[in-house]
């Protein structure tokens, strides 16, 4: 009987932006345990991968950990693997980005581990066949694929073992396997049923199995701490690995030495099974669940489900728009400073850019993902910080001004910059896409457009249960919250700032948050002209109807801030409808943002209507920034906005943002609008 070798990797991973709560909470029931464990087991090797964001934490708090990395590599008990520093999502980056991050992690490990890595991991596992080559140009020689990704690929084994060779220009890399028998087993069942598992793959000759997984399921996971270590799942696990006749731990390095590839092989874009459900539609996602169903409980076509699968990961970018805002206005600043810039001189500026690439804001899944709002804020700051050493090296302007198409709507944005604040305007509706503030280094338009999601009828449909399971991330259905059903509301519009509506009469604060009695005008695309002056742009808007015409004016000038005028010309619907403009503003600690008028200061924790102001400030007294909006006379609307997503412990409501909704309630000529930031003491 031949030996089972076995290559035990885990990866591990915190995003920059992240709490340092979550970081701290992450490493003492996790990182440090499973370490410190596989340590009393000196004849098993394994692997691991850690993220530079997580390295570069890990080297300020607990530099101990580095030194035991580098001891139990010095003696061949682990290998360490390489990637993108700040773990991007590779197909998501330029091609210099993709190398140079790369080539970053492999020159951090060589100086402070000790070796030269062979291999990487692949974020998510998100493929694009061009990617062998990128490896290949890296001085990497493999990486580690989903079994999934070979069944797409048309291999129709029962089990997938040993390695296979791919390549893209004659430039080849190899690639493991992961057993999703495996990920789905370890840590879930019983140690005894993981290595019996293990030892039935046990054939004539040896052969070679592959698991490497996410480190956070070895104790941060929802209820994996006590089942991982206080239960001592893992030391019984690897006690029992440790004394089996059948099984021996192997490093990739080794194992492509001791075993041949079992042959060529091209992979479809791809990423793990779930990822192509997650990005699925609603509809489509039910109807491709029947289907699997379907498929699973015949065994006549069971073999079948290696044909069916979800969407590609891209499509996040066709079912988030303001997903797809934020990586493309990351893309094009790179654009930039990749063609401007060098490295070697520059490289705050690459280091500030690459921060923003971490993946985690960038796609939604059982995770928060894109739904974080803090994870959003990290991207944007270092956005924000990274164009502003860009612009203060290439540019001497008092303002800025540009249009370029970035989201790639088919329209061409109006980006205006000063030394202030950088806003982009959208031709649909005259909507502001972003408001930077520089020196906060804050996207107040880092907002949330509440949708549809495949999961919010799992909700509905548990609103009587608790369901709690450690069975699979994957299956987690508890909700964190008991009301979770009365968040369940779905915007017709995307959530910017200077959004025009017309509003029914009599609109009420619960009517307007359930999308009632609103007909907004943000998908109208608006004619546009532009006016460049010696200390300000003019942009000129318009909108005309049969039974409403009118102009939008934006003012820009050095100033934190800008002016709108409206002019109406044809007032038609104004006498059926009021007008209503909507600024959604992205600030985080709800409990902390007051209103401020006139003998009054109100908390903005909950729903607040006002009649007939002309001023007000928003303040975060937490950030210590207020904005001044000074206007005509007109009623205001006042919201928190919550979305409602999964996350790793559960269904929740999220705060997203807090919307304001001025309300032109007689009939107008015109109507002026100015916001300035300013810090306050």
């Known amino acids: 009987m031949g030996k089972v070798y076995f290559i035990f990797g885990v990866h591990n991973h915190q995003p920059t932006g992240n709490f340092e709560h979550v970081f701290k909470q992450a490493y003492d029931s996790c990182y440090f345990p499973f370490i410190s464990t596989l340590c009393e087991f000196p004849r098993i090797k ?13 080297g300020l708090n607990h530099p101990e950990y580095m030194e035991r990395l580098k001891k139990m590599n010095k003696a061949g008990r682990i290998e360490v693997i390489s990637g993108g520093y700040y773990e991007p999502i590779l197909p998501l980056i330029l091609d210099s980005d993709k190398q140079n991050q790369i080539k970053l992690m492999n020159e951090f490990i060589k100086s402070k581990i000790g070796s030269r890595p062979g291999g990487l991991w692949l974020t998510e596992r998100v493929w694009e066949q061009y990617l062998a080559r990128t490896i290949n140009s890296c001085g990497l020689n493999y990486t580690f694929l989903d079994d999934t990704h070979f069944r797409w690929a048309g291999l129709t084994n029962k089990e997938f073992f040993g390695y296979y060779t791919t390549e893209d220009n004659a430039m080849g890399i190899n690639v493991f396997p992961i057993s999703k028998a495996l990920r789905y087993k370890i840590p879930f069942s019983k140690p005894e049923e993981a290595i019996k598992i293990l030892e039935g793959f046990a054939q004539s000759d040896d052969i070679l199995i592959t698991l490497f997984d996410d480190g956070e399921k070895f104790g941060l996971w929802p209820h994996t701490y006590e089942w991982v270590y206080e239960k001592e799942w893992l030391r019984r696990f690897l006690s029992l690995l440790d004394k089996s006749p059948l099984i021996e731990t192997i490093l990739p390095r080794d194992a492509v030495k001791k075993f041949k590839t079992e042959g060529i092989v091209y992979f479809p874009a791809a990423s793990y099974e779930e990822m192509g459900e997650w990005v699925l539609e609603p509809e489509d996602y039910f109807n491709y669940a029947i289907v699997k169903d379907l498929l699973q409980g015949n065994v006549k076509f069971s073999q079948c489900l290696n ?83 860009y612009d203060a090296q290439k540019s001497t302007k008092e303002i800025i001004f540009s249009e370029e198409d970035i989201d790639f709507d088919g329209n061409k944005e109006a980006i205006l ?38 999961y919010h009828k799992k909700i509905r449909e548990k609103m009587k249960s608790n369901a709690r399971s450690a069975s699979s991330i994957h299956e987690v259905v508890t909700q964190k919250d008991g009301d979770l059903d009365k968040f369940l509301i779905y915007d017709k519009y995307a959530r910017l700032m200077l959004v025009d509506h017309f509003l029914d009469k009599n609109l009420t604060l619960d009517s307007f948050n359930k999308q009632n009695g609103v007909f907004t005008l943000s998908n109208e695309v608006y004619d546009f002209s532009a006016k460049k002056k010696t200390n300000e742009v003019i942009l000129g808007y318009r909108h005309d109807r049969e039974q409403v015409s009118f102009s939008k004016e934006v003012y820009f000038s050095k100033y934190a801030g800008f002016d709108v005028r409206y002019k109406f010309d044809k007032k038609n619907y104004l006498n059926i409808y009021d007008f209503g403009i909507e600024f959604n503003i992205s600030l985080p600690s709800l409990d902390d943002l007051y209103l401020r008028g006139e003998n009054m200061e109100v908390s903005l924790v909950n729903q607040n209507q006002f009649s007939k102001l002309s001023s007000f400030s928003m303040v975060d007294n937490y950030r210590k920034v207020c904005l001044d909006f000074s206007f005509s006379r007109a009623d205001i609307f006042t919201m928190p906005l919550y979305s409602v997503s999964s996350s790793e412990s559960g269904f929740e409501k999220v705060y997203q ?25």
């Not at 691991?48 to 390295?55: D, E, V």
């Not at 690459?350 to 993946?359: D, E, G, I, R, S």
């Not at 982009?424 to 907002?447: D, H, M, P, Q, Y």
Request: hydrophobic letters at 35%; glycine letters at 6%.
């Open 46 to 58: 394994f692997s691991i991968h850690n993220s530079g964001c997580l390295y570069d934490w890990i």
């Open 307 to 389: 044909f069916l699968r979800g969407g590609t990961f891209r499509n996040f970018y066709r079912k988030y728009p303001r997903l797809n805002y934020m990586h493309k206005r990351m893309l094009n600043l790179s654009e930039k400073i990749n063609r401007d810039c060098d490295y070697r001189k520059d490289k705050k500026i690459f280091h500030q850019l690459w921060k923003a690439q971490t993946n985690c804001g960038y796609w939604h899944g059982v995770f928060g993902g894109f739904y974080l709002g803090h994870i959003r804020a990290s991207i944007y700051e270092n956005i924000i910080r990274a164009e502003n050493l």
């Open 417 to 454: 910059k000063n030394k202030e604040v950088i806003c982009c305007f959208s031709r649909k509706g005259a909507s502001l896409l972003e408001l930077s503030w520089r020196g906060e280094a804050i996207n107040l338009v880092n907002t949330v457009t509440r949708r549809p999601e495949s």
């Open 657 to 681: 943002q807090l919307v304001f909704v001025f309300i032109l309630k007689d009939e107008r000529n015109d109507f002026d609008i100015s916001l300035r930031l300013k810090k306050i003491k």
